[in-house]
């Protein structure tokens, strides 16, 4: 099967590649893909975007949003050939969606800030949805968002009708009472009772993070990123200085964290 070699491809020609890739003859991969088999991939390819803007790679991001469009091209073209709609039915939605959304920008609704604009949205969503109360919209939000992402979310519903803390202080003073509670639920031994207080102490977390306007998925991913750096300098460490991590004891490698925390300190100060 051939396709007409080109110097530079468009959206139509990205849907007719996956039309070709997934018709009898095509490439016998595609052709046995479904939702669910490549939800995973659609996932991992947001997530590669995610990291092309986190590290302001823009040659990369234009590749990674290629391939987040491609799944999008592939799930189309499994309901089109369902007969149930196509790329086309999706962009009239989401171009539908657009502009009933908008009332500040295409109807009579005035937003003067972000603030405002993302109010007046707010209002049209609910509407759309058929939305009475601040609960349905808290319902609304999908269960498949990653936990941390779903709790800001949630919270920020709670805080457009006041039920929310002054500021990140009180949110902290919920924190100490949720940790002391943690506490409590270890001293017992109960695992039922120490599930739900680590949620409610994760949960809090993310109020305290929001209030600092600091997204706490991204904070709990830098503190991944600076564990197994700061880890692989106490491995070589310890790996110079003849010392078995395996049969050390917890005091020796944490005097060796330590150390290292030190060293990373004195060099992000530019070695004073």
């Not at 969606?97 to 604009?117: C, M, S, W």
């Not at 306007?213 to 991204?218: A, L, N, P, Q, T």
């Not at 991944?224 to 078995?244: D, P, S, W, Y």
Request: charged letters at 30%; hydrophobic letters at 40%.
């Amino acid at each position: 099967m051939e396709y007409q070699q080109k110097d530079k491809y468009t959206f139509d020609d990205l849907i007719e590649i996956v039309k070709i890739l997934r018709a009898p003859g095509g490439c016998p991969w595609d052709r046995a893909q479904t939702h669910k088999s490549i939800r995973s991939n659609f996932i991992e390819e947001t997530y590669e975007a995610i990291e092309a803007i986190d590290t302001d790679d823009t040659e990369l991001l234009r590749e990674e949003l290629g391939d987040v469009l491609m799944q999008v091209a592939l799930h189309c073209e499994m309901e089109r050939e369902a007969g149930s709609f196509d790329i086309n039915d999706v962009c009239d939605g989401v171009c539908k969606k657009l502009i009933y959304r908008h009332p500040h920008v295409f109807g009579d609704v005035t937003a003067e800030n972000p603030e405002q604009a993302l109010n007046s949205w707010d209002a049209a969503k609910m509407k759309s949805k058929s939305q009475t109360t601040y609960s349905d919209a808290m319902r609304s939000i999908s269960k498949a968002l990653p936990a941390l992402m779903r709790s800001e979310k949630i919270q920020k519903k709670a805080s457009k009708v006041g039920f929310d803390w002054d500021n990140a202080l009180g949110a902290m003073t919920k924190l100490t009472e949720e940790c002391n509670e943690l506490n409590v639920a270890i001293a017992l031994g109960n695992s039922k009772n120490q599930l739900e207080e680590v949620g409610d102490v994760l949960f809090t977390v993310v109020n305290v993070a929001r209030f600092l306007d600091i997204d706490s998925e991204y904070a709990l991913e830098l503190a991944c990123e600076k564990f197994v750096t700061r880890f692989a300098m106490v491995e070589q460490l310890a790996q110079e200085r003849g010392i078995n991590m395996s049969a050390a004891s917890l005091t020796q490698l944490d005097s060796l964290w330590e150390e290292v925390k030190i060293l990373q300190k004195h060099k992000s100060n530019g070695g004073n």
